[in-house]
């Protein structure tokens, strides 16, 4: 029958059809409806050979008794096709019976009901925690994410948790802890912010290699950020208003092809924060979607006065549909080779962004022309229109040259 596989993390969550499951399904539900409809027979067309008025009584005794055993196989149908459908789809909960399982994880994930009971708008009677369920596929990682001292100081543990994220654990529970502090001493106000590096001492370097800007500043963290944490020399405070190449577009003739105006945006992936930096001078609210892996991007963005939001591209947007006027992608978009995992994220871009909005593709690295291919048919699918579309090759530090993609597009109006 075959199988689909949606890879998250390190984790897989399977949806199989298989053979034999499928069988013993249609098999169980073959049963009861034959059992069912033997027993509505049996009872409705039972004939006693007394006089009917000696013996109304026991029949409707008999028949009381048999509806009763039909909605009793009833219900233990449902369970057991329940419980198969939880096996075929290859869901399991987090099995909070195991040992080492932190009592934190269990007050956490035990449902709590209303406290004035059912909630007449909604229909609510309990609430229910959010966890990711691929938590399950890593639950010795959120033991030792969930043992801490309630009330006490959190451990020091930031990329512990990135490594839940990043296997797929994601959102992470809450916890009843104090976050690690770090004092945010000598930051400079806004508009000054976005263009001032803040000192290395507000910043947490646990868990990082670099300890400090200029380590971060002489490596190339990917391919959208290299030297990127320096804001007074080299590139960084010329992007998107100078090109070095066809492929770099301006901010303001982007700007230009927005109709309606822009006027919030989403950044994927925005490295150091200098695209949401160059909206807010021209009044464009940009939150900047992004993790801290090997340097502190969060609190670097934060520190310029923008606004950064944690989060993995496997996480769904946490946004409402059609709210923004553009989102911006660059080599952040690149999920791995595989096709269903862009599918979904494609989708998902498509489902915030407004009829009318920009989808901005910058500078996208198409390792293969199968690649790009892929990529240009996924797009087409969409219907947008392209206001700008550039394939360039840029020579890369081996002297190898590498396939760029630049594209904007236009969400279409949809009945």
Same mark, same amino acid.
């Given at each position: 029958?075959?199988?689909?596989?949606?890879? $998250?993390?390190? &984790?897989?969550?399977?949806?199989?059809?298989?053979?034999?499951?499928?069988?013993?399904?249609?098999?169980?539900?073959?049963?009861?409806? $034959?059992?069912?409809?033997?027993?509505?027979?049996?009872?409705?067309?039972?004939?006693?050979?007394?006089?009917?008025?000696?013996?109304?009584?026991?029949?409707?005794?008999?028949?009381?008794?048999?509806?009763?055993?039909?909605?009793?196989?009833?219900?233990?149908?449902?369970?057991?096709?329940?419980?198969?459908?939880?096996?075929?789809?290859?869901?399991?909960?987090?099995?909070?019976?195991?040992?080492?399982?932190?009592?934190?994880?269990?007050?956490?994930?035990?449902?709590?009901?209303?406290?004035?009971?059912?909630?007449? /708008?909604?229909?609510?009677?309990?609430?229910?925690?959010?966890?990711?369920?691929?938590?399950?596929?890593?639950?010795?990682?959120?033991?030792?994410?969930?043992?801490?001292?309630?009330?006490?100081?959190?451990?020091?543990?930031?990329?512990?948790?990135?490594?839940?994220? *990043?296997?797929?654990?994601?959102?992470?529970?809450?916890?009843?802890?104090?976050?690690?502090?770090?004092?945010?001493?000598? *930051?400079?106000?806004?508009?000054?912010?976005?263009?001032?590096?803040?000192?290395?001492?507000?910043?947490?370097?646990?868990?990082? &290699?670099?300890?400090?800007?200029?380590?971060?500043?002489?490596?190339?963290?990917?391919?959208?950020? @290299? &030297?990127?944490?320096?804001?007074?020399? +080299?590139?960084?405070?010329?992007?998107?208003?100078?090109? /070095?190449?066809?492929?770099?577009?301006?901010?303001?003739?982007?700007? +230009?092809?927005?109709?309606?105006?822009? /006027? $919030?945006?989403?950044?994927?992936?925005?490295?150091?924060?200098?695209?949401?930096?160059?909206?807010?001078?021209?009044?464009?609210?940009? @939150?900047?979607?992004?993790?801290?892996?090997?340097?502190?991007?969060?609190?670097?963005?934060?520190?310029?006065?923008?606004?950064?939001?944690?989060?993995?591209?496997?996480?769904?947007?946490?946004?409402?549909?059609?709210?923004?006027?553009? @989102?911006?992608?660059?080599?952040?978009?690149?999920?791995?080779?595989?096709?269903?995992?862009?599918?979904?994220?494609?989708?998902?871009?498509?489902?915030?962004?407004?009829?009318?909005?920009?989808?901005? *593709?910058?500078?996208?690295?198409?390792?293969?022309?199968?690649?790009?291919?892929?990529?240009?048919?996924?797009?087409? /699918?969409?219907?947008?229109?392209?206001?700008?579309?550039?394939?360039?090759?840029?020579?890369?530090?081996?002297?190898?040259?590498?396939?760029?993609?630049?594209? @904007?597009?236009?969400?279409?109006?949809?009945?």
């Amino acid at each position: 029958m075959g199988s689909v596989s949606l890879k $998250i993390g390190d &984790g897989t969550a399977r949806f199989k059809r298989a053979t034999l499951c499928s069988s013993a399904v249609n098999g169980l539900m073959l049963f009861a409806v $034959i059992s069912t409809n033997l027993f509505a027979l049996y009872a409705f067309t039972f004939a006693p050979k007394s006089h009917p008025f000696h013996h109304g009584h026991k029949n409707i005794s008999l028949i009381s008794e048999q509806v009763t055993l039909i909605l009793r196989e009833i219900g233990s149908s449902q369970k057991k096709l329940a419980q198969m459908e939880k096996e075929l789809l290859g869901y399991e909960s987090i099995d909070l019976s195991k040992p080492n399982i932190p009592d934190e994880l269990k007050v956490f994930l035990n449902r709590h009901q209303l406290p004035l009971g059912k909630d007449s /708008r909604t229909g609510i009677t309990e609430m229910v925690a959010s966890v990711g369920h691929s938590c399950e596929k890593s639950v010795d990682l959120l033991a030792q994410y969930m043992n801490y001292k309630v009330n006490g100081p959190c451990p020091d543990d930031w990329s512990l948790g990135q490594r839940l994220i *990043l296997q797929g654990c994601e959102p992470l529970p809450r916890r009843r802890c104090f976050a690690k502090t770090v004092p945010k001493l000598g *930051l400079f106000s806004f508009p000054l912010s976005l263009w001032k590096n803040a000192s290395d001492k507000i910043f947490n370097w646990s868990g990082l &290699g670099c300890k400090n800007l200029n380590c971060l500043n002489s490596k190339k963290l990917s391919k959208d950020c @290299v &030297g990127c944490f320096d804001l007074v020399n +080299g590139f960084e405070n010329q992007r998107f208003v100078r090109a /070095r190449g066809k492929n770099d577009f301006l901010i303001d003739d982007v700007l +230009g092809m927005g109709s309606g105006g822009i /006027r $919030i945006g989403f950044d994927i992936g925005g490295g150091s924060g200098t695209f949401a930096a160059r909206m807010a001078e021209r009044n464009v609210t940009v @939150v900047t979607a992004t993790l801290n892996v090997d340097a502190p991007y969060n609190e670097f963005i934060a520190a310029r006065g923008l606004f950064p939001l944690y989060l993995s591209l496997d996480h769904r947007f946490p946004f409402y549909d059609n709210v923004f006027d553009l @989102v911006h992608a660059a080599s952040g978009l690149d999920v791995g080779g595989r096709p269903e995992k862009l599918d979904f994220l494609m989708f998902d871009i498509d489902r915030i962004l407004r009829a009318g909005g920009l989808f901005w *593709l910058d500078n996208f690295y198409c390792a293969t022309d199968e690649k790009k291919t892929a990529l240009t048919r996924l797009i087409e /699918r969409f219907g947008y229109k392209k206001l700008k579309w550039v394939v360039g090759e840029k020579v890369n530090g081996s002297g190898k040259s590498e396939v760029y993609l630049s594209a @904007v597009l236009q969400k279409p109006v949809r009945v």
